[in-house]
């Protein structure tokens, strides 16, 4: 099985500013590596502040009118971009794979997803009403109506590089926002290709520009987006340290911030639990994208009646699943990213093997014909985890599940919720009193009840405490992109 794309003009490696494809200002190429095998296969513009304020630019200009533009015209555009994203599921899919190293399927399925975002806004772009107030005085009129908040910058993560662009900028679009987009650096052909889409749907010159930056000049581009008072708000997804600077960066200029940051999500198995259940939302929710998830679980807190029955049923599952490239088709998990990611995963869990717990499954890295690269790292069960090993306490990204014992419920909600973070938590019983003590008392902004497998385009995405603010998705993600005004009139008696 190859990756190559049926349709080669989706790689237009280069930026996209002001309606032009065009290199970066000095002329810089960034290169894109395979994780699979860590070799360089493709170069895109390594842009800088010249390129980003170009970018202000074209989004500055452009939303004189793109504002103006009905409702219902900017939904018909979307929903030509979402056809036009379905229609290429299998170039974009194979895109996904080539330069984020998850398996050709789920590939696949991040397109579908992706999409599912941009038809939800689509659809959700002729609903953004206003209110008629009841007026406290005879003679008024009094109306509140919802206007767009004007250029979005939006910062995208490389673990879903279809979709956390899809759900930043399809609903910035549907307000009538217009966007400057920087993508991750380990993954911008994907965001390039969609862009491509989105111009051929009829999306207007200087509505989407895309500046892509290698780490190192990251910076320089966020910069000048921050210093910048026409950008009004930053949509960002990534580390919670990043999230804080952006915050504090923004002050300045007061935008509007939507922050997805990251998580230390626990999972928390029952006695009561029907444990298969429990054993398949594992799976599903810890080795989707090989881990590399913000709401994946971090923490795996097992009842002590119930422990070492799980433990062989979910061990039996881990040591299973098939590591491998996107090329073989057999693969059910991919590299990882980086060697920055694949190391931490090392770190993480050889700190907790040197602190007393035990590798059940893998627990290394691992290099043999099929999986040639030095990314792979091997899907791990650890047991007599500690909240003081890193694993528990850090978020580790990777197929790695770090199981503990616990004897109460008190006790396990208290260690549940001894974390900063708190973008999502899961927990699998059959006590329906129990099931709304949690649900209540988990300090999360997503909670899956007997259910690993919680994205939904119509669900609110977002958390609390250290896990940002802000919700995407939903009926609230349009307003994440528009700011309300109040009208009246008076003297009308
Ligand atoms: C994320 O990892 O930030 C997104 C995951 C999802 O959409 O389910």
Redesign the pocket.
């Known amino acids: 099985m190859n990756l190559e794309l049926q349709r080669t003009d989706l790689l237009p490696a280069r930026h996209y500013l002001g309606g032009e494809w065009c290199e970066a200002r000095d002329g810089r190429r960034l290169a894109v590596t395979d994780p699979a095998t860590d070799q360089v296969f493709a170069e895109v513009p390594d842009g800088g502040a010249e390129d980003a304020r170009q970018a202000v630019e074209a989004a500055h200009a452009a939303f004189a009118s793109w504002r103006q533009v009905p409702a219902k015209r900017r939904a018909q555009i979307l929903k030509r971009w979402n056809d036009l994203v379905l229609a290429h599921e299998d170039d974009l899919g194979r895109l996904i794979s080539r330069e984020q190293g998850k398996p050709l399927a789920e590939g696949r399925g991040e397109v579908q997803?992706a999409a599912s975002y941009i038809e939800w806004f689509a659809e959700e772009a002729t609903r953004a009403g206003g209110e008629v107030i009841p007026a406290p005085v005879p003679g008024r009129r009094m109306l509140a109506v919802q206007e767009p908040v004007g250029v979005i910058a939006a910062i995208t993560?490389w673990?879903?590089p279809a979709?956390?662009i899809a759900r930043k900028i399809a609903p910035a679009l549907a307000a009538g926002c217009t966007v400057v987009c920087k993508p991750a650096e380990d993954t911008p052909l994907t965001s390039l290709a969609l862009v491509r889409l989105a111009e051929q749907a009829g999306v207007p010159p200087g509505v989407l520009n895309i500046v892509t930056a290698s780490r190192e000049r990251t910076p320089e581009v966020v910069d000048v987006w921050l210093d910048d008072p026409r950008v009004r708000k930053i949509t960002f997804?990534g580390s919670t340290p990043v999230g804080k600077h952006l915050a504090r960066r923004s002050a300045d200029t007061l935008k509007k911030l939507s922050l997805?940051l990251g998580g230390n999500a626990p999972f928390i198995v029952f006695d009561d639990a029907d444990l298969p259940a429990a054993v398949e939302g594992l799976m599903a929710a810890k080795f989707r994208n090989g881990g590399q998830?913000?709401?994946c679980p971090n923490r795996v807190y097992v009842q002590a009646g119930v422990h070492d029955r799980f433990v062989a049923l979910l061990a039996e599952r881990v040591g299973a699943l098939v590591l491998g490239p996107a090329t073989d088709a057999a693969a059910q998990i991919g590299p990882m990213i980086n060697a920055r990611a694949v190391d931490k995963i090392e770190r993480h869990v050889q700190d907790a093997l040197a602190r007393g717990a035990r590798a059940v499954v893998g627990g290394h890295r691992v290099r043999n014909e099929r999986c040639s690269g030095p990314h792979y790292f091997a899907p791990t069960v650890l047991v007599d985890v500690r909240p003081d090993m890193a694993c528990a306490c850090e978020e580790t990204f990777g197929p790695v599940a770090p199981i503990t014992r616990f004897e109460t419920e008190a006790e396990v909600l208290a260690e549940a919720n001894a974390t900063p973070f708190g973008l999502a938590a899961y927990f699998y019983s059959a006590d329906v009193k129990r099931i709304w003590r949690l649900a209540d008392a988990l300090e999360s902004g997503i909670v899956g009840i007997n259910e690993g497998a919680?994205?939904a385009e119509a669900a609110p995405?977002g958390g609390v405490k250290d896990s940002g603010y802000g919700r995407e998705g939903s009926v609230h993600g349009l307003g994440e992109y528009m700011h309300w005004k109040y009208l009246c009139q008076g003297n009308l008696a």
Do not use: G, Q, S
């Open positions: 997803y993560p673990n879903f979709a956390m997804t997805e998830t913000c709401v919680l994205a995405f």
